[in-house]
């Protein structure tokens, strides 16, 4: 979260020079130098690769002036991505009496975060210079695991040790997270085996083809109506994929190709497993 924030309020490429405030924080470090200066894309290299708590702070000020105003920052981007089992007190993940998160929030902040290439990049890394000081990543499953390209290794006495990963295997990209698991490397390699055998992507063609809806008015009568994009449902062996239209009786025309038309959800063994609008495929005069 913290860097997803600085890379949403600050310019990477933005030089900076270190505040004594910034150094000697607890725990791990990337080793600021009070007047040290460098970018905030080296700060977000040592906040993912070093785990800097330093790095931490630094972003945390840059962004809103205090790490305080900062966790409030943190707490708001949180609520709105859905996270509703998380509270930042910090921006380095230091235990708190009220700082915590679940599982499912921490993937879905992961989810949002390499959406964006930046942090992509920087999680992917395996090691990175700044100045006379090399930084090299602390997951270990970047080297190990088959598709793995990020992202984040923890630890605290309260927390233990805490793993988040992505990878990406045959055009699907997973996200896994464990907490406080003594065997996490081994658990993440085996549960990416595990899902990338049991589950595959189907591409509905059959099920979501281009239905007509009459159009009142018009040079012809009826306009194809068709998913906005390719509908595609991750599912695994033997489940039952359904889907349910919502589109108009009919239309008045004129009508505009690309205007939306509708939806489409998808239902896996019944569940709701997603939503994608439906257009008009055609200009009707």
């Keep these: 979260m913290t860097a997803l924030l600085a890379l949403e309020h600050l310019d990477p490429d933005q030089t900076v020079t270190a505040d004594p405030a910034w150094t000697g924080i607890e725990g791990s470090s990337m080793y600021l130098r009070p007047g040290q200066r460098l970018t905030v894309r080296e700060l977000l290299y040592g906040l993912m690769l070093a785990s800097g708590n330093d790095a931490a702070e630094a972003l945390a000020c840059l962004t809103a002036g205090s790490d305080t105003a900062f966790a409030e920052l943190m707490n708001r981007r949180a609520d ?4 509703s ?7 380095s993940g230091l235990d708190g009496e009220r700082h915590y998160a679940s599982a499912r929030d921490l993937a879905l902040i992961t989810r949002e975060a390499i959406g964006n290439e930046t942090f992509r990049n920087i999680a992917s890394t395996y090691s990175f210079t700044v100045g006379d000081l090399t930084y090299t990543n602390h997951n270990r499953l970047l080297r190990e695991c088959d598709g793995v390209f990020g992202v984040k290794t923890g630890y605290t006495e309260a927390a ?5 990963t992505c990878c990406e295997r045959n055009g699907i990209t997973l996200i896994c997270v464990t907490l406080s698991d003594p065997d996490d490397w081994r658990d993440h390699a085996a549960l990416y085996d595990w899902a990338y055998d049991a589950y595959a992507i189907e591409t509905l063609t059959e099920l979501c ?20 994009a390719p509908v595609r ?3 695994r062996d033997g489940e039952n994929v359904t889907v349910s239209c919502r589109a108009p009786s009919f239309v008045y025309a004129a009508v ?14 019944g569940a709701k497993a997603g939503c994608i609008p439906l257009v008009f495929g055609e200009d009707v005069e």
């Design 233 to 235: 449902v991750l599912i």
């Design 160 to 164: 233990g040790r805490t793993l988040v």
């Design 256 to 269: 505009d190709e690309g205007d939306e038309a509708g939806s489409l959800t998808v239902y896996v063994d």
């Design 209 to 228: 083809g281009a239905v007509a809806v009459p159009v009142i008015g018009g040079e012809q009568d009826s306009v194809s109506v068709l998913p906005e």
């Design 85 to 91: 089992h998380t509270h930042f007190e910090n921006p």
């Design 80 to 83: 709105a991505l859905g996270c």
